[in-house]
């Protein structure tokens, strides 16, 4: 049984780095074509895709954000860490982490989708 | 970037209703695309994948077509647990993942 849990502070100062864990069970992010992004969603507003770790510990980052994020894992913990820099109010969301699915299309090239969610954590940005 | 739309953006509905959801992506993107479905204050959940696959567990009410740019997700008869926000997602390769605006259904 795949779960996902986020874990994090619920409130943080502008300015502020704020971290999140991502704790998660059933599967191993040391097999191969596992990958698991983060996910957030402003109060009321669509999702926005953050960052992605894979099994080969590469990684990648919204080009809008990339600057700021920062992504690791720990395998032996079953974990994922998020990082985000210089918080600002407009970063109030709720983040979730996602394991990442995929299957392969015709050309052979994978393509990926979020088969399994955590629950979210709903962070504040607030002095 | 792939960018996607949806129609429409809320929409009422009664219980045992036919509901279509269409989502419309910039550019061509064959069959990559997903269906999310998201009640208040869940995290969403995954339906459909690759345009038409139904995800392990997701009632057979629930439908998907379309490739190119234009797709649609059908449920054939709503039902009161299916009250929620509904997404769709480009199925890239690579970053960025892009998500839809969102459409809503509501009790009429």
């Known amino acids: 049984q795949v779960t996902l849990k986020e874990s994090g502070p619920a409130l943080v100062k502008p300015t502020q780095t704020l971290t999140l864990t991502c704790t998660f069970s059933?599967?191993?992010?040391?097999?191969?074509?596992?990958?698991v992004s983060w996910i957030r969603q402003p109060p009321g507003k669509a999702l926005e895709w953050l960052a992605r770790?894979?099994?080969?510990?590469?990684?990648f980052y919204s080009t809008s954000l990339k600057t700021r994020l920062t992504i690791s894992k720990d395998t032996s913990k079953n974990q994922v860490v998020l990082t985000m820099a210089n918080m600002d109010p407009v970063d109030t969301a709720t983040y979730y982490c996602?394991?990442?699915?995929?299957?392969?299309?015709?050309?052979?090239?994978?393509?990926?989708?979020?088969?399994?969610w955590g629950q979210g954590a709903l962070v504040t940005v607030s002095s | 970037d792939i960018q996607l739309t949806q129609s429409p953006s809320f929409l009422s509905a009664s219980v045992g209703d036919r509901v279509t959801i269409t989502c419309r992506a910039s550019?061509?993107?064959?069959?990559?695309l997903a269906w999310y479905q998201q009640k208040p204050g869940k995290a969403p959940k995954l339906l459909i994948y690759?345009?038409?696959t139904l995800q392990s567990g997701v009632p057979s009410r629930f439908s998907g077509s379309g490739s190119g740019t234009d797709f649609t997700l059908t449920i054939s008869s709503l039902q009161p647990e299916d009250f929620a926000t509904y997404y769709c997602?480009?199925?890239?390769?690579?970053?960025?993942?892009?998500f839809g605006p969102g459409t809503t259904v509501d009790i009429k």
């Open positions: 059933g599967f191993s992010l040391t097999t191969r074509e596992m990958r």
């Open positions: 550019q061509g993107i064959s069959s990559y």
């Open positions: 997602q480009h199925l890239n390769s690579y970053p960025p993942f892009t």
């Open positions: 690759a345009a038409s």
């Open positions: 770790i894979d099994w080969d510990d590469e990684k």
């Open positions: 996602a394991r990442m699915g995929y299957y392969y299309d015709s050309r052979g090239y994978s393509r990926k989708y979020f088969d399994y």
